[in-house]
């Protein structure tokens, strides 16, 4: 059974940057494309960025590419999403999910099997 877990959510000042992580399942990410999705108030789930088992295979939403680095650690089965430059509508709660298909773009969530809780991130004017 896939499980994960996201963490290093918080608050930051417009500028700032974060970390944050998605421990995985033993396996997982050896196993899974793996991706980062958000969720802001009474909006739609929409896709961030996404890793393949293959490592150099990477996808970002044109409103993150410039600022956000996916990257994955298969020894600590851990998947992270760098942010930087982070703006007020960077504000939402991210999400990290699992499939056997990197599927990027418009409408991908649907797409995406596995699914952490979620951690909230909230930027600041």
């Known amino acids: 059974q896939v499980q994960l877990v996201e963490s290093g959510g918080g608050l930051v000042q417009a500028g700032g940057s974060l970390r944050l992580s998605c421990a995985a399942s033993r396996g997982t990410t050896n196993t899974y494309a793996m991706g980062w999705f958000r969720q802001a108030p009474g909006k739609e789930r929409e896709f961030v960025a996404a890793?393949?088992?293959?490592?150099?295979?990477?996808g970002y939403a044109d409103s993150v590419k410039e600022r956000c680095t996916i990257s994955r650690d298969s020894a600590k089965n851990t998947v992270y999403l760098q942010m930087n430059s982070l703006k007020p509508e960077d504000t939402a709660v991210y999400y990290c999910a699992a499939g056997l298909k990197m599927v990027v773009g418009l409408n991908a969530a649907r797409a995406w099997p596995y699914w952490g809780q979620g951690t909230q991130v909230t930027v600041s004017s």
């Open positions: 890793i393949g088992w293959s490592v150099v295979n990477t």
